[in-house]
Structures are given as structure tokens and as C-alpha cells.
């Protein structure tokens, strides 16, 4: 026996247990004067080699490797809060109970987490009416955001809660039912307003049109100061795929050449200015800039901040 060795207690401590679970996501930053606050609804498990379109399964697989991913893939459901100091307005509500137990549903207590209460909502913006962006509107049969306008474009409430079927092909119709019991009560409320074309929701915030992943399906530009966001709601759903081939398209888009060419549109223009873009699928906080490269583009996601200020100062590694 070496006489130096540490004396070991005889007693045993069992390991602490694991936890297996993530803690509410929020990731916060300042644009300009606004305050951005990305909000995590949770994930979804995708198969994306049976829902990617314009492509094959076998391609799908190849793209997914080169990021170290396989099917099933979980997808990252995204919210963004946006306090401009007079308007407090959430951008998309994630999936609420629609997707069963375990699967979404946590915006709710991300919200919280980041300091803020449902009824603080002044508006809710839908950049369109599937339930994993809307399916958090409501808490059981009350609404989940009890004080606030709830926006979406006119062409977006008149296809999901209008009853002229006769534009709506083979939309699967349970879509339609989930819509109406999502956006209905507010609308019965007199709490739904809709919006057209390149309309200002509120100073600072406006919407473009970008429609083909859904009839109304639209984008929001925030700007303040000088800064620009884009939020783009579901322009993208698979960067590992749709990043290197923006041409692929899903079975969820309800015009796929019209959302292959919206999503061409958008991120051309926001690779040239170098915006800063919140998606509502790419990993969480799902924030980032595009850099153009070859025929697609590159993720660049958005560099971590503190949230610390060093007015004036020059921080330099020695």
C-alpha cells in the first residue's frame, strides 16, 4: 500500500439521476431598439425522405449525412417575440397539443421562462394557419393569448376558414378543421384582423407576401434603427436539404413550384443584404444569416451574445 494514496470512504453515492429533458428555450437579442426573443415550442420528429419532394430518398440520405443527420430528423418548432417598447407581438404559437404528448407544446413555458406572461400579448402574427403555427392559440377552450389581436392575410383566413371548397384540391381536410378550431374562437371574438400585401402590422413590423407553402403564407420585416430580421416562417423546412437544393419542395407545400420560387426570391435577396433571418424550423433559436454558394446557400448561424454592452470599448484577445 503506498502510504501517499488518498483514504476512500467506504460508503457508496449513488449517481444523480439524469434528466433527459431540455429547460425552456429562449435566446434573446437587441435589434436596433427592439427587443428580439426567440421562443422554443420543442421539436417534431420528421421523416424527411418521405415528405421531401423534387428529389429522391436516396439523395435525401446522402444530404442528411453530410450533416451527420439521419432519418427520423427533429425538426425544431420556433416562435419570436418582439417587444419594440410600445407593442409586445409573437410571431407564430407553435403546435400546442395538435401533435400529441412529448411533441411541441412548450411555448407556453419558454414565454414564462423569458420573463413574460400570455396576457402581455398585444398581437399574435401567424405567417400562416398550419397547426404547428397555430396550434398554440388556444389553453383547452380559452384563448391562449386572452388580450391580443391575432393577424393573418386575408388570402391565408379566406382558404382555411372560408367555405368555397373549390380552390382547395386535395388539401387534407383535417387541416381545415384544425384551423377553424384554432383561429375561430378569436375571430368569434372579434379579435381576428387581416391583413393585405405589404401591410404595417405595427411601427417597425411589416408583412410581404410570400405565398405557395400556403395561399396567404407571409413573411415579416422587422426593422429598427438600421437593423433588419426577416421571419420567415415555413420558407424553408429542411436546411440540410433545401440549403445545398432550394429547388426540393415538401408535400406539405400546397403550391410547390410557387414556394421553390418564393424561397429562391427571399433568400437571394437576403444573402445580397446580409439580414439576419428567423426561420421557424432550422435548429433552435433558428436565427442566422445566408451566404450564397454554388447553387444554394450556407447557414450561418447567428453568433452568441450575453446580452453585455461594452459602449466605446475595444475587447481584444491578447
Known sequence: MLSGAPLLSSAVHAAAPQVRAQAPGFHR????????????????????????????PGRVKELLSRDHLEDPVELSINAFLINTGTTLVLVETGVGSFFGPGVGGQLQQSLQ???????????VLLTHIHSDHSG??????????????????????????????????????????EARAMVGPYQDAGKLKTFGDGD????????IPTPGHTPGHSGYVVESRGARLLL??????FGSVQLRE??????????????????ARAFTEAAKR?????LAHMPFPGLGRLSAEGKGYRWIPLNYSSGQRWEGAKVRAE
Open 29 to 56: 437579442l437587441m435589434l436596433g431598439d427592439f427587443e428580439v426573443t426567440a421562443l422554443s415550442d420543442g421539436t417534431v420528429p420528421q421523416t424527411v425522405r418521405e415528405v421531401a419532394t423534387g428529389t429522391t
Open 232 to 237: 420567415g416562417g415555413d420558407l424553408m423546412h
Open 200 to 207: 404595417a402590422i405595427v411601427p417597425g413590423i411589416r408583412a
Open 113 to 123: 421562462a423569458a420573463g413574460y406572461r400570455p396576457e402581455q400579448i398585444d398581437v
Open 246 to 263: 432550394p429547388s426540393v419542395t415538401v408535400a406539405y407545400d400546397v403550391d410547390e413550384r410557387a414556394a421553390a420560387a418564393q424561397r
Open 136 to 177: 398554440g392559440l388556444m389553453s383547452k377552450t380559452s384563448r391562449a393569448f386572452p388580450n391580443a389581436i391575432l393577424r393573418a392575410h386575408a388570402r391565408e383566413v379566406g382558404f382555411w376558414l372560408g367555405r368555397d371548397d373549390r380552390a382547395k384540391g386535395a388539401v387534407d381536410p383535417k387541416f381545415f378543421e
Open 274 to 278: 446580409g439580414d439576419l433571418i428567423g
